[in-house]
């Protein structure tokens, strides 16, 4: 199905649900991109072992899809910081969302969301620097429906430039007008501490 094998068709049909296809990405390593920036196509997470954000994503999509959902994604882009990618889910008229992180923070959400801006809303008060406390997240997507792009991307060998590239460039819309920054409080010595927490340390083997 969508070009995949048969074990990897079985090991992505098990993730049924949100929930399961969270814990699985939650059980593989954080992807450092040691040997150069990195867009692996679902297959090549399963080969590899690893995955970031977009990468983990994209394994959420398709296994969305092959339960009969559509492949939704998300981008909050910020300021000064690295941007976010997850995939969407809607259960019972609520949103949510499947996010592979190596933070104690930017994870998964329950669906509870009426709006995908409520969504996104609720990664802000997490989204900071740990050196400066700044607040940095400053706009999300539209949701980007990846079978705008057919289903190759499943399987593709090559890194998948385009489809961050078109994520990156989709409309995106504003978490809070400008004229409202000054008044955005910074981060505590606390929230920064428990920023720091990470779960794959960049030393490690299997990243």
């Known amino acids: 199905m ?9 090991i992505l049909k098990k993730l049924s649900t949100p929930i399961k296809i969270q814990n699985f990405l939650d059980q593989f390593p954080i992807n450092w991109e040691k ?8 297959r090549r ?7 970031h ?11 969305l899809l092959l339960a009969g959902e559509k492949p939704l994604m998300l981008d909050l882009k910020t300021k000064g910081d690295d941007d976010h990618v ?9 949103w949510g969302a499947i996010s592979k992180t190596n933070h104690a923070t930017l994870r998964f959400r329950d669906p509870i969301y009426k709006t995908v801006r409520e969504l996104a809303v609720s990664y802000f008060h997490e989204y900071f620097s740990n050196q400066t406390g700044k607040k940095t997240l400053r ?10 792009f057919g289903t190759s991307w499943i399987t593709d060998e090559a890194d998948l430039f385009y489809i961050a590239e078109a994520i990156d460039n989709a409309p995106h819309e ?3 007008p400008l004229k409202n920054f000054r008044h955005i409080r910074r981060a ?17 083997h299997r990243t």
């Open 53 to 63: 954000c977009l990468e983990g994503a994209l394994i959420a999509c398709v296994a």
């Open 35 to 42: 040997r150069g920036e990195t867009y692996m196509s679902p």
């Open 86 to 94: 997850v995939a969407l889910y809607k259960k019972h008229g609520r």
């Open 188 to 204: 505590d010595k606390m929230e920064r501490r428990a920023g720091r927490l990470i779960e794959w340390k960049k030393s490690h």
């Open 2 to 10: 969508f070009g995949l094998s048969k074990p990897e068709t079985a």
């Open 45 to 51: 997470v399963l080969r590899a072992g690893k995955m």
């Open 174 to 176: 504003s978490i809070f």
């Open 139 to 148: 706009s999300y997507s539209k949701p980007v429906n990846l079978l705008k």
